[in-house]
């Protein structure tokens, strides 16, 4: 009987840690960098440090890796204020709907400022992402997507 309990609650303690660490691994070896997974910060901050990590391969000039090091630093900050205003936004909400009764209007508008923010945030992305790629020839943008396949090929073997 107690080797039955003691083979059950290792399967247990083996499906628990399964289930915790199934997250961990989701993101198949990428860090994220703290942002949303697969979102536009995601996507302007891995190219930015890929340019950034073979510049010399790319043949970039110091002023434009330090173009690209100061468009990373000013779009983080304009991130962080715009996650913050969005944030602050949603408690707004979040303290309207906790009123009774509900101001259904002062919450619309308060959601309506949330996904203005949103769309500001997503624009000002999209804006850097363009700054981020007219900082390179188009046969330096070439050789970039060339490395980059190279280096997802090699990803690709190692795991297999």
Known sequence: MNRKSLIMCAGVLFFVLTISLSKAYANHGHHGF???EGGLDEMFFMKAHFIQENHEALGLSDDKVEAIKNLK???????????????????????????????????????????????????????????????????????MHKLWEAREKGERNEST
């Not at 906790?98 to 400022?113: G, M, Q, S």
Request: aromatic share 6%; charged share 40%.
């Open 34 to 36: 703290g942002y949303k």
């Open 73 to 143: 630093l000013e779009t983080k900050k304009m991130l962080i204020k715009q996650n913050a205003e969005i944030d602050i936004a949603s408690l707004d909400i979040m303290a309207k709907l906790h009123d009774y009764p509900v101001d259904v209007d002062a919450a619309d508008k308060l959601v309506d400022r949330k996904y203005e923010l949103k769309k500001t945030e997503t624009k000002n992305l999209v804006e850097a992402i363009a700054k981020l790629k007219s900082n390179l020839t188009k046969d330096q943008y070439d050789k």
